[in-house]
């Protein structure tokens, strides 16, 4: 009897202990931090001397890199970065190092592409047939590093970016990537300009960044801000992400053999402003299982997408307890973006699999006080047939749009929920096992109406996809039919139980020829029939 009530007291106050879990976690690991602040050892590098120049023209990698080892030999201290602009290649990170980086000071990357060649590598070879490149700053296996300081680390990405568009080269170096790290400090450093992914630590624990700004071009390719990939206890804080790709993407394509069910886990992301990018993802790979991510008090404004979870069959794995709270969208694409399909999304009728360990399982995910504004379409959450989206939870949503949420193989539990679409559309498009319950508030042009009908599809003719609304005057059984001109049924859309209001049906025909067709739809004792044009 008492393990049942504490059972239940724990999933009643899932929330709250979660948060504390974190929070706890962090507390505990910032008593760590302090070491890196006491460390001895201290060598400055600016422009005044010491053999270093920091004229942004002058390579000063080798000088660095001995002043990183001095330090590291020492046991570990600081190298701070004051009075110029230092041209450095690829950098290696040792445990208990810290850069710090002044505001009068930036590190720049060279733009010699044969500089991030890794060791072993043919010199004589063009950077276009090499597979990969060593980052701009490495850590492995190091405990207790950090970056932190007011200046910046400029990737000088342009000319990379230039030569990935035209194709000369297909590989690019990161910013700043430490493997099997512990304890790893980003704080109020800005990042800029990487030839691809900024900040993306991978096998590390104990991750915290804080008040850092991560700035690309909004047309630069893949330049993702912080990509935490199979990590454990991250904390990303009062950021200002505003980059050419994923904003904030958590990755877990592996399996993490001491939590095989989460790759990822425990992720506190708080007070961030994203802009031009993304947004924030889980995903696309997703094998490993992400458990146990809480995203707080964020800005989203110009975003494509704003929260987002994405796989695929085949990289698909438990995605589980992640709750975002307040959270306010400005002219987002796609505020809400879950799909277990990722890139594209098929059709409704396709068929259900057989379910593997790289079938994607998205559940337990929690949207409470988020406001979006100016976006064309509320989004979509859309699952796969064999493992539906279950446990969605939407609390104090108001959602402002044109468009409205497409829900498909997806069950959405709401509590003052208002999707409002401006023109006139109804707040969900229910499709193929698409259930939404709770729901509190409609546009009032489709609410509640008094009579059965089914409009004439738009557009019309169309190619492939086609748009088909009816009303419920009543909670009725709903069939809808597609038939070709000789009356043989093609495809059956909807054929179950469906409450009073107005619908929303996306109808995708590309695996149907061009021709004409016939729409039925059999609601109680009520049946209609429209014609509709599929041009090719």
């Known amino acids: 009897m008492k393990r049942r009530y504490i059972l ?221 990939a199979t990590c454990h206890n991250v904390h990303i804080r009062n950021c200002y992400i505003d980059t050419g790709d994923d904003n904030i993407a958590v990755k877990s394509g592996n399996y993490d053999i001491s939590d095989p069910n989460a790759g990822c886990s425990r992720i506190y992301i708080s007070n961030c402003t994203l802009m031009h990018g993304h947004g924030i993802s889980i995903g696309s790979e997703t094998n490993g299982g992400v458990d146990s991510m809480y995203v707080d008090s964020c800005t989203f404004n110009g975003t494509d997408n704003g929260l987002r979870i994405k796989s695929n069959r085949g990289k698909g794995g438990n995605v589980r307890d992640i709750i975002y709270s307040n959270i306010t969208m400005t002219n987002v694409k796609y505020p809400i973006y879950f799909s277990e399909y990722y890139p594209t999304i098929p059709s409704q009728s396709d068929p259900a699999q057989t379910v593997t360990a790289g079938t994607p399982h998205f559940h337990d995910i929690t949207i409470e006080n988020l406001t979006s504004t100016g976006s064309p379409t509320a989004g979509l959450a859309i699952g796969v047939p064999e493992m539906p989206l279950t446990n969605i939870h939407f609390k104090n949503v108001k959602i402002t749009t044109l468009g409205s949420l497409e829900v498909r193989n997806t069950t959405i539990d709401t509590n003052n929920v208002k999707i409002i679409c401006t023109n006139g559309r109804a707040s969900y498009s229910l499709e193929v096992n698409g259930y939404v319950t709770g729901v509190t508030s409609v546009n009032d042009k489709f609410s509640n109406p008094d009579k059965f009908s089914l409009s004439q599809n738009y557009p019309n003719p169309f190619n492939p996809s086609t748009t088909i609304n009816f009303s419920l005057a009543k909670e009725t059984h709903v069939k809808l039919d597609v038939y070709n001109v000789l009356g043989q049924r093609v495809v059956t859309l909807l054929n179950r139980i469906m409450k009073s209001g107005n619908h929303e049906f996306h109808f995708n025909a590309s695996g149907l020829s061009s021709g004409v067709y016939y729409y039925r739809i059999t609601a109680g004792g009520f049946v209609q029939t429209h014609k509709m044009i599929l041009l090719k």
């Open 8 to 228: 239940k007291f724990i999933k009643s106050n899932f929330r709250f202990l979660f948060i504390c879990l974190i929070l706890s976690t962090f507390a505990l690991y910032a008593k760590g931090l302090k070491k890196l602040n006491n460390n001895e050892k201290i060598i400055s590098i600016d422009s005044t001397g010491n053999g270093f120049v920091g004229d942004g023209v002058t390579d000063n990698t080798k000088a660095i890199q001995a002043a990183l080892d001095s330090v590291s030999t020492a046991g570990g201290g600081v190298i701070k970065f004051s009075n110029g602009k230092f041209l450095t290649g690829p950098l290696t990170i040792q445990s208990n190092d810290t850069l710090e980086v002044d505001s009068s000071a930036g590190i720049l990357g060279t733009t010699n592409m044969k500089a991030y060649y890794k060791s072993g590598t043919d010199t004589s070879k063009s950077p276009g047939s090499i597979g990969s490149f060593q980052p701009l700053l490495t850590a492995n296996y190091a405990n207790n590093i950090a970056i932190i300081g007011k200046g910046y680390i400029d990737g000088q990405g342009q000319e990379w970016w230039t030569a990935y568009k035209n194709g000369t080269i297909t590989a690019r170096p990161r910013m700043f990537q430490p493997n099997h790290c512990n304890g790893v400090l980003l704080k109020d450093i800005t990042l800029k300009n990487s030839p691809q992914f900024h900040f993306i630590p991978e096998w590390c624990t104990n991750v915290n960044v804080d008040g850092i700004t991560i700035l690309a071009p909004s047309s630069s390719p893949n330049t993702d801000g912080i990509d935490p």
